[in-house]
């Protein structure tokens, strides 16, 4: 059965520091997509990246950057130099490529991050 | 503004009662997925319909069920009402282009339900 940790509830940084949040999945599968969602305080889920096993390249997109590394099946997610607009509660999830990709997202417990000014 | 949307936003109820709760797919989308967020489980996934068939279930309650509508839109019905079902229900919607590709999904901005 696919799974993923998060094994941090809760980050409080001061604005402008570095945060990285930890994502850890298990699967069975070697085909698989992994994700990340944001909800802040709002309530919605705002999608953020997606990425495929087969492509281990990290990505950065503006002050957030992803890294990807199969060898210890962890997705972490960092937000370089961060802001208040950040806070939010982030969830990493798993989606397994079976039945010609059609499932549900397995998702994480969340990190709520906390920004102070 | 993912472009799903779903109504109502907000529903009160009493335990025992049905409820209805509706979600429009992104245009083009065919695939539509119904999630449940609550403290006690997290966000967890209940069941995906794709072009009007059910094609994946979660953990979905019996007392719980969903359909899709020729013109793609999804109703999720909850009946039998308890307690424990006060939640936040989201919807997402996707292309799904088969072939082992899992496309991304784009939520709803969610129906949260409170059973009194």
């Known amino acids: 059965a696919q799974k993923v940790t998060q094994a941090q509830t809760e980050i409080s940084v001061v604005e402008k520091e570095d945060v990285t949040l930890d994502c850890v999945y298990e699967?069975?599968?070697?085909?698989?997509?992994l994700f990340w969602y944001k909800q802040p305080p709002s309530g919605e889920l705002v999608f953020l990246i997606r990425?495929?096993?087969?492509?281990?390249q990290n990505e950065i997109s503006g002050r957030y950057s992803w890294n990807f590394q199969k060898s210890t099946s962890s997705f972490n997610f960092t937000i370089t130099a961060s802001q208040v607009v950040d806070s939010a509660v982030y969830f990493c999830?798993?989606?397994?490529?079976?039945?010609?990709?059609?499932?549900?997202?397995?998702f994480g417990k969340g990190t709520h991050l906390i920004i102070q000014p | 503004d993912s472009g799903v949307t779903q109504t109502p936003k907000h529903l009160i109820t009493a335990t025992g009662q049905r409820v209805t709760l509706r979600c429009s797919p992104r245009?083009?989308?065919?695939?539509v997925y119904w999630y449940q967020q609550s403290l006690d489980q997290g966000l967890q996934f209940l069941i995906q319909?794709?072009?009007?068939?059910?094609?994946a279930k979660g953990n979905i309650l019996e007392r719980f069920s969903a359909q899709q509508f020729p013109d793609l839109h999804s109703e999720l019905n909850l009946s039998s009402l308890e307690l424990g079902d006060s939640a936040l229900y989201f919807c997402?919607?996707?292309?799904?282009?088969?072939?082992?590709?899992?496309?991304?999904?784009?939520f709803g901005p969610g129906t949260r339900l409170t059973v009194l």
């Open positions: 997402a919607s996707s292309v799904v282009a088969g072939g082992g590709i899992t496309d991304t999904q784009y």
């Open positions: 699967t069975r599968d070697t085909t698989y997509y």
């Open positions: 990425r495929n096993s087969f492509d281990e």
């Open positions: 999830a798993l989606s397994e490529a079976v039945g010609g990709g059609a499932d549900g997202l397995t």
């Open positions: 245009s083009g989308d065919l695939s």
């Open positions: 319909y794709y072009n009007g068939e059910e094609r």
